[in-house]
C-alpha cells in the first residue's frame, strides 16, 4: 500500500518564524489532507490538498501530484501553533487513509 | 452542524471487560471511519463504512474487535474481552464521499488496567 512519510519529526521554532514541512507519499493519491492535532488531541482539518495551492491565513500548502509530494507553510508562527502536524494520504482506486508519523512543533514565546 | 460525535470521551476498564465506542457522524456523510492512535504505530485506519455497509476491515487487529454501523447516524466499535494493549486513543470520522475531506471526532481515549 501507499507509503506516508513526514519530514521534519521534530521542530522548534521561536515565535515569528516561517516553517515548511513536508510529506512525501509513494503513489498517487486522490486525497491529501494536513491536520493539525493540538496538546488536547483534537485533530483539526487544515487543507484539504489532493493537488495544487491554498491558503488560509498564515497557513498555506502546496501539493505537487505528480511529484508525490506535499508542503505546508507556517508564516509568523504563534505559540498556539504548536502540536503534531499529520498529513494523510488516500490512494487512486481506493479509499484507505495513510496517516504520516506527523512533525511536532514547538513555538517558543 | 454538530461535527462528529463520541461517547464516551473516557473510559477505564479491566482487562478482559467488554468495551463499547459509540459515534455519530455528520449529517448527510455516506462515509464512516474508525482509526485508533498509539504511540507505537500512530493513527491507523481500522474499518471504513459505505453507507452503513463495512468495505475494508483490514485493518482491524484481532477477532476481539469488531464494528457495526445499524444506521446512518450511529455507529459502534466494540472490544471484547479487552486487554492492556488496546489503551488508545479512538477516533471516528465521516465523510461525504470516500476519498474526499474527512471529519473527526474528539476521540475516545481508552485505559484497559
Known amino acids: 500500500g501507499i507509503q506516508v512519510e513526514q519530514s521534519p519529526p521534530d521542530l522548534i521554532l521561536q515565535e515569528g518564524a516561517n516553517s515548511t514541512l513536508r510529506c512525501n507519499f509513494s503513489?498517487?493519491?486522490?486525497?491529501l489532507q494536513w491536520f493539525h492535532q493540538n496538546p488536547w488531541g483534537q485533530l483539526i482539518n487544515l487543507f484539504y490538498?489532493?493537488?495544487g495551492t491554498k491558503q488560509n491565513g498564515r497557513l498555506s500548502a502546496t501539493t505537487v501530484a505528480t511529484e508525490r509530494y506535499s508542503l505546508l507553510y507556517i508564516s509568523s508562527s504563534q505559540t498556539t501553533d504548536s502540536g503534531v502536524y499529520f498529513c494523510?494520504?488516500?490512494?487512486?482506486?481506493?479509499?484507505?487513509?495513510?496517516f504520516g508519523a506527523g512533525t511536532r512543533l514547538f513555538v517558543k514565546a | 452542524d454538530a461535527g462528529v460525535i463520541q461517547s464516551p470521551r473516557h473510559e477505564v476498564t479491566e482487562m478482559g471487560q467488554e468495551v463499547t465506542l459509540r459515534c455519530k457522524p455528520i449529517?448527510?456523510?455516506?462515509?464512516l471511519f474508525w482509526y485508533r492512535q498509539t504511540m507505537m504505530r500512530g493513527l491507523e485506519l481500522l474499518i471504513y463504512?459505505?453507507?452503513?455497509?463495512?468495505?475494508?476491515d483490514s485493518g482491524m487487529p484481532e477477532d476481539r474487535f469488531s464494528a457495526k454501523m445499524p444506521n446512518a447516524s450511529f455507529s459502534t466499535l466494540k472490544i471484547q474481552p479487552s486487554e492492556p494493549r488496546d489503551s488508545a486513543v479512538y477516533f471516528c470520522?465521516?465523510?461525504?464521499?470516500?476519498?474526499?475531506?474527512?471529519?473527526f471526532g474528539p476521540g475516545t481515549r481508552l485505559t484497559v488496567l
Open positions: 463504512f459505505n453507507n452503513n455497509v463495512p468495505i475494508d
Open positions: 494523510a494520504a488516500v490512494n487512486t482506486g481506493g479509499f484507505k487513509t495513510i
Open positions: 490538498i489532493p493537488s
Open positions: 503513489d498517487s493519491v486522490n486525497n
Open positions: 470520522a465521516s465523510s461525504p464521499l470516500g476519498a474526499n475531506e474527512q471529519f
Open positions: 449529517s448527510g456523510h455516506d462515509y
